[in-house]
């Protein structure tokens, strides 16, 4: 089994910043890509950012410059560090996973943490 656990969602003022967390637990040989996605309210989910295992990033043109994102492979931990909120990055937040076991490769996703930025 492999869980992933996010926190460190919340109610934040405009210009405010959060971090959240994500880590990854269970029968885990190896991590390759990491990443975060929103979904907002009738929205399609869509990719906030990413990270190799090697500490390559993207991000979405509409973050960059904003938010970071970083891992800790030791900890089976990604991270997304966001500054300068805007109400319009109000949504459900997701991390995901490219998580290796032994015999089997599969995508794996967070339960979700809201984010909310108020006007």
């Known amino acids: 089994q492999v869980q992933l656990v996010e926190s460190g969602g919340g109610l934040v003022q405009f210009g405010g910043s959060l971090r959240l967390s994500c880590a990854a637990s269970?029968?885990?040989?190896?991590?390759?890509?990491m990443g975060w996605y929103c979904q907002a309210p009738g929205k399609q989910r869509e990719l906030v950012a990413s990270i190799t295992r090697g500490g390559d990033t993207s991000y979405a043109d509409s973050v960059k410059g904003r938010f970071t994102i970083s891992r800790d492979n030791a900890k089976n931990t990604v991270y997304l560090q966001m500054n300068s909120l805007k109400p319009e990055d109000t949504a459900v937040y997701y991390c995901?996973?490219?998580?290796?076991?032994?015999?089997?490769?599969?995508?794996?996703w967070g339960q979700g943490t809201q984010v909310t930025v108020s006007s």
């Open positions: 269970g029968s885990i040989f190896s991590i390759n890509d």
């Open positions: 995901n996973a490219d998580i290796r076991r032994v015999g089997s490769r599969d995508v794996y």
